[in-house]
């Protein structure tokens, strides 16, 4: 948790927090700071480092002293409740720890955060134990993905992770069931316009004018009507597998928003982060038995 002076709208930059942008910092403390009325107090200079005026790009130093307007310190901070319960869950499926890092076979269906319609992420109930107060989240899994999950114990853990990130040095393969019957391997290299919007609903779509993306989907097991596929990326964009999953006429079981619901499975998604590389790290989460069960029908 960040320092805080007691008279001052002050907040204290940890050794935790190197290296963050003093945007995204402001984000996290204030939970009711929105981006556009963040960046516009930084602009008219209400919020400084250090008594200076400073860009929102700005990077933090520990130790930094962070000023902002009263009305957003001087705030009723309401305690966050997480259920024991979800603590235990989480902590029964954690797969991999060191100083380090923290590798969760995150449960499909709990979020990597809070955001619209969910009070408590995988972040707020881990950091919610004293254990692992400072952990931080290196990288996100959509709400109804399972598997490999990073977090970071400590921000030096975080950047070299990023670093490893924008020099394409991080590997990682997914397993998912899609519908129909792959026959072949199939490299999916299609842009994809991560901003495209449908009612306010963020919904990707192939473009040219999008990023670009590549899939590479191999073939493990068939029963006919639902094939068991390797996924492998290189850098991830949004939704990136589902979309070109749904490109290539195979949606990815489950998948109501780039497909159908072609299952009565208490699953929504049938997508699971399988293995996770970088450095001299590589850690594998375990199928889930849900796939299994599912292929196995006849």
Do not use: W
């Not at 250090?50 to 700005?58: E, P």
């Not at 489950?254 to 009565?264: A, E, I, L, P, S």
């Not at 997508?271 to 599912?294: N, R, W």
């Amino acid at each position: 948790m960040p320092s805080t002076t007691e008279q001052k709208p002050i907040f204290i930059a940890t050794a935790n927090d190197l290296g963050q942008r003093v945007d995204n910092y402001l984000l996290k403390q204030c939970k009711h700071l929105n981006k556009s009325s963040c960046y516009k107090l930084i602009r008219k200079g209400q919020i400084r480092v250090n008594g200076k005026r400073v860009k929102a790009l700005h990077k933090l130093s520990a130790g930094d002293q962070i000023r902002v307007p009263p009305f957003l310190y001087f705030v009723d901070r309401q305690p966050v409740t997480v259920p024991k319960t979800l603590q235990q869950q989480l902590l029964k499926h954690i797969i991999y720890e060191d100083a380090d890092y923290l590798v969760l076979n995150k449960p499909a269906g709990i979020p990597c955060h809070t955001g619209t319609g969910h009070a408590l992420g995988v972040i707020e109930t881990l950091s919610s134990l004293a254990t692992y107060a400072d952990v931080q989240l290196a990288h996100r899994l959509d709400k109804d993905t399972s598997g490999c999950l990073l977090l970071a114990m400590h921000r030096p853990a975080l950047l070299v992770f990023q670093q490893a990130l924008q020099q394409h040095a991080v590997s990682k393969s997914y397993l998912a069931v899609l519908v129909g019957q792959l026959k072949a391997a199939t490299t999916v290299n299609r842009a994809l316009d991560t901003a495209h919007r449908i009612n306010g609903i963020r919904h990707v779509v192939v473009s040219e004018t999008g990023q670009s993306a590549e899939t590479v989907f191999k073939p493990l097991k068939s029963n006919g009507q639902f094939t068991l596929s390797q996924c492998d990326i290189s850098s991830g964009r949004t939704h990136q597998i589902r979309v070109h999953a749904q490109f290539m006429g195979h949606p990815v079981l489950g998948d109501r928003f780039y497909g159908k619901n072609y299952t009565n499975s208490d699953r929504q998604l049938f997508l699971h982060a399988h293995t996770l590389q970088f450095g001299t790290y590589s850690i594998t989460a375990p199928l889930p038995e849900e796939f299994d069960a599912v292929l196995n029908k006849t």
